[in-house]
C-alpha cells in the first residue's frame, strides 16, 4: 500500500526537518518565536513577525478550527488522493494557520463550515513520510 | 514625503506604444519568444520607434533577463525580469517610471508572450518542487491548478460577507457581454448566471465557467517620457499612479483570506500618486483569474466597502450599457487567458482611451484604472492611466 503512494511528497529541507519528523513520530511540532512570543508556521530559521532568529519548537495540540476550504472535484494524476476530496486551511489553536485535508466527512458544501473545531490525524502515507489531516472534533 | 515625491511624478512618462501578438488563442505554431516578439514587434510600429530606440527592456517568462532581448535582437543597457506572476507587467511600469525618470532609460520596452495552452517553447522549471515551500506545505494536499486556490479566499469571502455563487456568477456573464463584442475573444456565445453555476464542477465554490481560460498569446508596451511621447505616432496614454505590493507567496500564507491586503497597499500607492479620485475611473481592467476576484479588487481598491463587492456585480453593471465598465476586452474570463494576464489589460485600456475599440468601445473614457493579481493573490499592481496629464 504504503509504495503505491504516488501523490507529491515533500522533500524536507533543514529549516523544515523537525516539522517533519515530528509528524512520523505523530506529533505536531512547530516553532515560536522566544522575542515576540508568537507561534507561526510554516518552519523557518527567522520569526515571520519580527526577523528575530531566537527561536525554538514546541508541539502543538493537534486541534484547531476550519478557517477556509475547497472542495477538489477534478482528479489529480496520482492516487490516492480521490476527487472529490477536502483541501483545507486549518487555524492551529496556537494561532498559525497550515493547509491540509479534511477528512472524516462528505464533500459536501452544504456539511463542511468554516469555523468547525477539527483535531489532527497522522497519516503514515510511506514508510518515510506522515502526513498531516484533520478531521471534525467530536 | 515619499508619496509627494510620487505624486510630482504624476503624468511624467506615457504609453506610447500598445499592441498584442498577431493572435491570440490556439496557437501551437508559436513559441514563447515568438510572441514576446510578435508583441514587441507591433507595439512598437504602433509607437512609430524602431528596436534600436529602445534602451531597456522589462519582461518575464521562463527565462532570464536576457532571453527576450537576444530574441529580438536588441542590446538594452536595462534590464528586469521581476516575476511576480500576472501583474508584472503593470509592475513593470511602475519600474519604468523609476528608470525613466532616474535618467537610467528612456525608452522601455515591456514585453508578455506565453504558450499557455500549447506549450510551446516554455521550458521545465518546476516552482513547486519537493524542497520548496509550496512543494513540501501545499503539494501533498493536492492542490492542483490554481482554481483550487484562489477557491480558499472566496469561500472565507462566502463566510465572512454572504458572497455567493450567483454574484460570482454575474461577473462571468457580464464580461461574457463584452467578449461578444470583440472579435478576438474566444468565447462569444451569451450565457448566463444559469449556466455558470451548472458548467462543470472544478473546485468548489468555481464552476467552469468561474475560471478564466487557457490560451497562447503575447502583448507588449513602449514607455517613455511625457516630453518624448509628444512626438511618437499616436496620442499618448499617460501613467498617472502606480502601485505594487506582495503579501506573501504561496497561498497558505495568505494573512487575510476574505481581504485582498496586497491590493490594498498597491491601490493606496496608485491613488495617492495620481490624485485620481474612483469617481473620475470610467474604465476598470481588473484581472479576472477567477469570479470572485474582480469583486475582491472592487473592495480592496476603495470602490464599495468590504463585503459589498458581490452585491456591486449583481445587477450586471459590469457589463456593456453598464455604470461601471470592467474588463471590456472579455476579460481572462472570455477574451484570452496566457497565463500571466496582466499585459492584456493595459493594452486594451490604452486602447479604450484612444477610442480604437469599436462596437466595445466605452464612450467619452478618458481615465482607466488596470489592477491585477500575482502569483495566488500574492502580489498586485495598479495603474492608473488617462489621456490627461
Known amino acids: ?138 | 514625503m515619499a508619496l509627494e515625491k510620487l505624486h510630482a511624478q504624476r503624468g511624467s512618462i506615457a504609453i506610447v506604444g500598445a499592441a498584442e501578438s498577431d493572435r491570440v488563442g490556439k496557437l501551437p505554431g508559436k513559441s514563447a519568444l515568438a510572441l514576446h516578439a510578435e508583441g514587441a514587434r507591433n507595439a512598437l510600429a504602433d509607437a512609430g520607434l524602431k528596436a534600436s530606440d529602445v534602451d531597456a527592456v522589462l519582461s518575464t517568462g521562463r527565462q532570464t533577463a536576457n532571453d527576450v532581448p537576444e530574441y529580438l535582437g536588441i542590446r538594452p543597457r536595462y534590464l528586469d525580469n521581476t516575476q511576480m506572476g500576472g501583474c508584472s507587467f503593470i509592475a513593470h511600469l511602475q519600474h519604468a517610471l523609476g528608470i525613466i525618470n532616474a535618467g537610467v532609460a528612456e525608452v522601455v520596452l515591456i514585453t508578455h508572450g506565453e504558450s499557455g495552452y500549447s506549450r510551446v517553447g516554455m521550458g521545465s522549471g518546476d516552482r513547486f518542487a519537493p524542497d520548496t515551500p509550496p512543494g513540501q506545505f501545499e503539494m501533498p494536499f493536492g492542490i492542483g491548478g490554481p482554481a483550487t486556490r484562489y477557491a480558499l479566499a472566496a469561500v472565507r469571502h462566502m463566510h465572512e460577507y454572504g458572497t455567493t455563487k450567483e454574484q460570482m456568477a454575474q461577473v462571468a456573464v457580464a464580461t461574457r457581454e463584452w467578449a461578444r463584442l470583440n472579435p478576438r475573444a474566444m468565447m462569444r456565445d451569451p450565457i448566463t448566471v444559469a449556466d455558470v453555476l451548472s458548467s462543470k464542477e472544478i473546485a468548489w465554490p468555481f464552476n467552469l465557467l468561474d475560471c478564466c481560460l487557457v490560451t497562447d498569446g503575447g502583448g507588449a508596451l513602449v514607455v517613455t517620457s511625457a516630453e518624448r511621447a509628444q512626438s511618437c505616432a499616436k496620442k499618448p496614454v499617460y501613467v498617472l499612479g502606480t502601485g505594487e505590493a506582495s503579501c506573501h507567496s504561496i497561498i497558505s500564507q495568505m494573512p487575510r483570506f476574505h481581504v485582498w491586503d496586497a491590493a490594498i497597499m498597491a491601490g493606496e500607492r496608485a491613488w495617492a500618486m495620481s490624485g485620481v479620485k474612483h469617481s473620475e475611473i470610467d474604465l476598470a481592467m481588473f484581472y479576472d483569474a477567477f469570479t470572485i476576484v474582480p469583486i475582491l479588487a472592487l473592495e480592496a481598491l476603495g470602490f464599495v466597502e468590504p463585503g459589498e463587492g458581490g452585491p456591486f456585480v449583481a445587477d450586471g453593471k459590469t457589463g456593456p450599457g453598464g455604470s461601471f465598465p470592467m474588463n471590456t476586452n472579455g476579460g481572462g474570463l472570455s477574451y484570452t487567458h496566457s497565463g500571466m494576464y496582466g499585459m492584456y489589460l493595459l493594452v486594451e485600456a490604452v486602447k479604450q482611451l484612444r477610442g480604437e475599440c469599436g462596437e466595445r468601445q466605452v464612450k467619452d473614457a478618458t481615465t482607466a484604472i488596470c489592477h491585477g493579481t500575482g502569483g495566488i493573490l500574492s502580489a498586485s499592481a495598479t495603474a492608473i492611466l488617462s489621456t490627461e496629464r
Open chain 1, 1 to 138: 500500500m504504503a509504495d503505491e503512494y504516488k501523490a507529491p511528497l515533500p522533500n524536507p529541507t533543514p529549516d523544515s526537518k523537525p516539522f517533519w519528523d515530528g509528524l512520523k513520530a505523530h506529533e505536531l511540532r512547530i516553532q515560536r518565536c522566544k522575542d515576540c512570543g508568537d507561534a507561526y508556521f510554516y518552519p523557518r530559521d527567522v520569526c515571520p513577525g519580527c526577523l528575530s532568529g531566537n527561536v525554538e519548537w514546541f508541539t502543538a495540540s493537534g486541534r484547531g478550527k476550519l478557517h477556509t476550504f475547497s472542495i477538489v472535484y477534478r482528479p489529480l494524476k496520482y492516487p490516492p488522493l480521490q476527487a472529490p476530496y477536502v483541501l483545507a486551511m486549518v487555524e492551529l489553536e496556537e494561532g498559525p494557520r497550515m493547509m491540509s485535508n479534511l477528512v472524516g466527512i462528505e464533500p459536501d458544501p452544504a456539511k463542511i463550515r468554516c469555523e468547525m473545531p477539527v483535531v489532527i490525524e497522522y497519516a503514515d502515507v510511506t514508510a518515510e513520510v506522515t502526513l498531516p489531516r484533520f478531521r471534525p472534533a467530536s
